[in-house]
């Protein structure tokens, strides 16, 4: 395993970046919905966040078993929800929501306040994640070029 590799699997910095396209992927989905709001028929759709802490907690715990720490990659199973691309990152796949909202005239579910809070929480998630991730490559970059 390469320096670079060991650095930026260290510590909470897997767990951030997956934290960071899970909000991403999440609000995408979120505006997707916004987008469909009046369209007849349309069935808006959302991930579990419970879900994605679960898997997230499960893949930390398996990495303290394994390494005794807090250093190496995150070996993550994927869900129903949660799946991996062809280069290991991690995607959603959305489920109806079916069960929400108020089913309209023209067989949308709308939740406009739903979706809002979607929005905001994955804002919150994503900006508190980049804050911190932020953070701790700033203490690497500032450990690589030997300032204090």
């Known amino acids: 395993m390469t320096m670079i590799n060991q ?44 879900g994605f802490q679960a898997m997230l907690d499960e893949a930390v715990r398996e990495r303290r078993g394994r390494t005794g720490g807090m250093h190496g990659a995150l070996a993550w199973e994927e869900t129903d929800e949660i799946r991996a691309t062809e280069s290991g990152r991690m995607t959603i796949v959305p489920g109806s929501s079916a ?18 809070q979607t929005l905001a929480e994955s804002t919150s998630a994503f900006r508190t994640a980049a804050d911190l991730y932020r953070s701790q490559s700033m203490i690497l970059q500032m450990a690589i070029s030997e300032r204090v």
């Open 7 to 50: 650095l930026t699997n260290a510590g909470a910095l897997p767990a951030l970046e997956m934290t960071m396209r899970f909000a991403a992927q999440r609000q995408r989905l979120a505006a997707h919905n916004i987008a469909n709001i009046e369209t007849p028929n349309f069935i808006q759709k959302d991930v579990s966040v419970e």
């Open 99 to 116: 069960g929400n909202g108020v089913l309209t005239h023209d067989r949308n579910n709308r939740d406009l306040e739903r979706l809002m």
